[in-house]
């Protein structure tokens, strides 16, 4: 895919009764199967699934710097943001290639593209 110049992005679907380090074990997983097959992808992290665990986080964040895989932030919902906010601030931070999703439909959604619209995200 990287030399078709298509970037990919993973992301693990949790159940709604799977514990925050089963999640994260699913993160930790495909981090290594995306910088061992060499592909030009980011992880997408959950991290309502993780409960804002920010352990879980900073492993995650940690493995993802060490294999070169950047690591994208969904939007879940408005009362998450800030939490959600809280985790890209930190893997950026942690030197991590960053991304987050911005809603548009959202009341606060202007307020939070100002808030990213300067950063390398």
Not at 32 to 54: C, H, I, N, T
Not at 58 to 83: N, S
């Amino acid at each position: 895919m990287r030399d078709a110049g298509h970037a990919n992005t993973v992301g693990y679907f949790n159940g709604d009764d799977e514990a925050p380090r089963t999640i994260a074990e699913a993160d930790l997983a495909a981090i290594a199967m995306l910088a061992d097959q060499g592909l030009d992808a980011y992880l997408s992290v959950k991290v309502p699934a993780l409960r804002f665990e920010p352990g879980l986080l900073a492993e995650i964040a940690r493995a993802a710097k060490a294999r070169g895989i950047g690591l994208h932030f969904d939007a879940h919902a408005p009362e998450d943001a800030d939490r959600t906010f809280a985790a890209v601030d930190a893997a950026d931070a942690a030197g991590v290639a960053t991304g987050c999703t911005l809603p548009g439909r959202w009341r606060r959604s202007v307020d939070d593209a100002r808030r990213v619209k300067d950063r390398a995200l």
